[in-house]
């Protein structure tokens, strides 16, 4: 009986960046319905509309999105997936430098050094095409490695 075997070699920019663009579908498709149904719940209530202004509903969606898309990262690349949907539908892992799966605590420290990725003219994010296993400046930071099937 013969098994399958399969080649994985380091995911490089355009195959994370193309995950990364599936996975900003998903996460602004769910924001927006949550938005809308916060909006409606907030109109109809007279009380709540009366209670709250403008700005501190903005404040709590900019905050939903926030904590959502930590969860979201985070969560999905910790879990036995090892990948969020997007990553898992182009075939991509995230593991630790040991090839293990990553624990909650390391994928949150990655997706929060994204911000330093992106702070320095988004060159943190370009890594992952120039570097020897492909890592962009957040994985260096969070000592992960991203593979491709």
């Given at each position: 009986?013969?098994?399958?075997?399969?080649?994985?070699?380091?995911?490089?920019?355009?195959?994370?960046?193309?995950?990364?663009?599936?996975?900003?579908?998903i996460?602004?498709?769910?924001?927006?319905?949550?938005?809308?149904?916060?909006?409606?719940?907030?109109?109809?209530?007279?009380?709540?509309?009366?209670?709250?202004?403008?700005?501190?509903?903005?404040?709590?969606?900019?905050v939903?999105?926030?904590?959502?898309?930590?969860?979201?990262?985070?969560?999905?690349?910790?879990?036995?997936?090892?990948?969020?949907?997007?990553?898992?539908?182009?075939?991509?892992?995230?593991?630790?430098?040991?090839?293990?799966?990553?624990?909650?605590?390391?994928?949150?420290?990655?997706?929060?050094?994204k911000?330093?990725?992106?702070?320095?003219?988004?060159?943190?994010?370009?890594?992952?095409?120039?570097?020897?296993?492909?890592?962009?400046?957040?994985?260096?930071?969070?000592?992960?490695?991203?593979?491709?099937?």
């Amino acid at each position: 009986m013969e098994t399958e075997q399969h080649q994985f070699y380091y995911a490089g920019f355009w195959a994370r960046a193309a995950a990364y663009f599936l996975d900003g579908g998903i996460t602004t498709f769910i924001s927006v319905q949550m938005y809308t149904m916060f909006r409606e719940q907030m109109y109809y209530s007279y009380d709540f509309f009366e209670s709250h202004s403008g700005r501190y509903v903005r404040f709590y969606v900019i905050v939903f999105g926030l904590i959502f898309n930590w969860f979201y990262f985070a969560g999905f690349e910790s879990s036995y997936l090892q990948a969020t949907p997007g990553k898992w539908l182009l075939g991509i892992r995230v593991t630790d430098l040991q090839n293990k799966r990553i624990t909650f605590g390391q994928a949150t420290g990655r997706h929060f050094a994204k911000i330093v990725s992106a702070l320095i003219l988004c060159i943190g994010y370009m890594m992952a095409g120039f570097t020897e296993r492909r890592q962009a400046l957040h994985d260096m930071m969070a000592e992960c490695l991203v593979w491709k099937k």
